[in-house]
């Protein structure tokens, strides 16, 4: 699976589902990293705009890069007063030293070489410039493990795992507060900070289910089925969840917001 290139068929469901949920920590990423009125942001993997847009509100002139043709689509439709373009985090097509701050939320777990990808803020970063960024930090809950349990009755476990890994190869990495810092540091970030946050989304069961497409294992079932078999699977999902849970349901999700400076 080609995982960025997958975002392009859940553009509109990941926006209808998820972007008005994402909002608040996008919020609290903005807010961690003091963006303010005037200042230049770099939003990297800004999939619809959420996090530019928060950004935006902020003041800050922004510009929101996605490797995602489908996403930074929908993106420009449910947000036409953001500037988005295409680009991957991992070779910036930006001058050095342009940014007042880069975000980067919830983007880095997808990433292979985040070294890479963090010598490359750093070079688009003004001295002084502050870098933040989201990652999951939540392990396998009740909701999470029912998806899973589904989808282990029409893909292999050892196909799921692996697809999930290459999609997703820093994630487990990264939600270890320790290691995310260490990275920041590797890359020349001082004055690091990180932070737990915890998050409350409410969701119609369907809508839920819906969202739970857009996500890695998601994508990958919706490829590996074909569009009759992925329909079928997701019929079985919605009536085994609404066996199981109420609604509508809560899904509590954990996260660690980081932010650092890039010397002057």
Not at 15 to 32: Q, S, T, Y
Not at 40 to 51: F, I, K, N, P, S
Not at 97 to 105: C, E, L, Y
């Amino acid at each position: 699976m080609d995982d960025w290139r997958s975002y392009n068929d859940v553009a509109e469901v990941y926006e209808r589902v998820h972007a008005p949920r994402f909002v608040v920590p996008a919020r609290d990423l903005v807010e961690r990293a003091a963006i303010a009125a005037g200042q230049r942001v770099l939003d990297l993997g800004t999939g619809t705009g959420v996090a530019a847009d928060a950004a935006a509100s902020a003041g800050a002139d922004v510009v929101g890069v996605d490797p995602s043709i489908g996403m930074l689509t929908v993106g420009r439709r449910a947000r036409p007063h953001l500037r988005l373009a295409a680009a991957d985090a991992i070779d910036l097509p930006f001058r050095d030293g342009v940014f007042d701050a880069v975000t980067a939320n919830f983007v880095l777990g997808h990433v292979t070489r985040v070294d890479t990808v963090l010598f490359d803020v750093m070079r688009v970063l003004r001295p002084g410039g502050t870098f933040a960024c989201s990652v999951w930090a939540d392990g396998h809950d009740a909701l999470q493990q029912v998806w899973t349990d589904l989808a282990h009755e029409v893909v292999p476990r050892e196909l799921l795992r692996d697809a999930v890994t290459k999609a997703q190869p820093q994630r487990a990495t990264l939600a270890d507060p320790s290691k995310l810092e260490q990275a920041m540091k590797r890359a020349g970030f001082d004055r690091i900070q990180v932070t737990h946050a915890r998050y409350r989304f409410d969701y119609p069961l369907d809508e839920f289910v819906d969202g739970l497409g857009a996500f890695t294992t998601g994508r990958f079932l919706r490829g590996m089925l074909g569009e009759g078999g992925y329909d079928s699977f997701m019929l079985r999902a919605r009536s085994r969840f609404a066996d199981l849970f109420p609604d509508p349901l809560h899904d509590f999700r954990e996260a660690l917001i980081a932010t650092g400076r890039r010397a002057r």
